[in-house]
């Protein structure tokens, strides 16, 4: 009898242990399910006022709004301006970042901290997911981007710094929907010194660029493709995707 009950109990653990793999197969989808629809909490906090130092020595401070960008609690970034909601789910706001201001000979102590603007985050609410978007040309200290839906624009600048143009991007295209030359960049000493923002309307999407050392010009959006209105315009040039007039 005693036999026969310790083979019982063995017979039924080496069930146990063999069946003990499939349940974990059978588990995993369902936590990878849950995981994936998990649905995440994305916050920005109470905006604080610092200090952003501009100028040809970087010696003339200006008030700077910065918020932090928390998701699930835990901070991810910081930010600068109002977010501008894409869909339900999705919105973009400005990067804000700090950089150390330390020379290798300072003493070591505590870095000396100078926040600077960045470019633009694109933030998806239920993912939890923070990615920095593609804007051709963007300046973070030159370039003042006015949104709507998932277009962009804004005057940018060329890699050099010496030339000025009229930007409009579309978010997950690579090349601009419109780029525009404006002539050259004045590389001013104070923030968004080359134009002002630019001017949306709708029906039918136009977007209107206010330069500070050239004529205004508008904008007519077709999905990718682009009128540049000749009452308004400063030239000819437009993206390969766009129309030239």
């Known amino acids: 009898m005693a036999v026969a009950v310790a083979y019982k109990n063995g017979y039924a653990a080496d069930m146990r242990r063999r069946a003990l793999p499939s349940i974990v ?15 995440h909490t994305v916050t ?3 905006p604080n006022v610092v200090k952003l130092f501009v100028g040809p020595n970087e010696d003339k401070p200006l008030d700077l709004k910065v918020r932090p960008l928390y998701v699930d ?4 970034e910081f930010a600068t301006g109002e977010p501008h909601a894409i869909t339900e789910n999705t919105f973009v706001i400005q990067r804000a970042f700090r950089v150390n201001d330390s020379l ?5 102590t505590l870095p000396k901290w100078r926040w600077q603007r960045g470019g633009w985050l694109l933030v998806e609410k239920q993912s939890g997911r923070i990615s920095k978007i593609n804007l051709p040309d963007f300046d973070p200290y030159y370039s003042a981007a006015a949104w709507y839906r998932d277009y962009a624009a804004y005057c940018g600048t060329s890699a050099d710094g010496e030339k000025l143009f009229a930007v409009v991007a579309q978010i997950g295209v690579k090349k601009p929907v419109a780029r525009q030359p404006l002539g050259a960049a004045s590389v001013g000493e104070m923030p968004d010194s080359e134009c002002d923002v630019p001017v949306w309307q709708k029906q039918p999407m136009r977007v209107t660029f206010f330069p500070k050392r050239a004529n205004k010009l508008t904008f007519e959006i077709h999905g990718r493709a682009v009128d540049l209105l000749p009452i308004e315009s400063g030239g000819s040039e437009l993206s390969e995707e766009g129309q030239q007039q």
């Open 25 to 39: 197969l059978l588990l995993i989808p369902a936590l990878s399910l849950y995981a994936a629809s998990k649905q």
């Open 44 to 46: 920005l906090g109470k």
């Open 73 to 76: 609690g835990k901070l991810k």
């Open 104 to 108: 290798p000979e300072d003493p070591r």
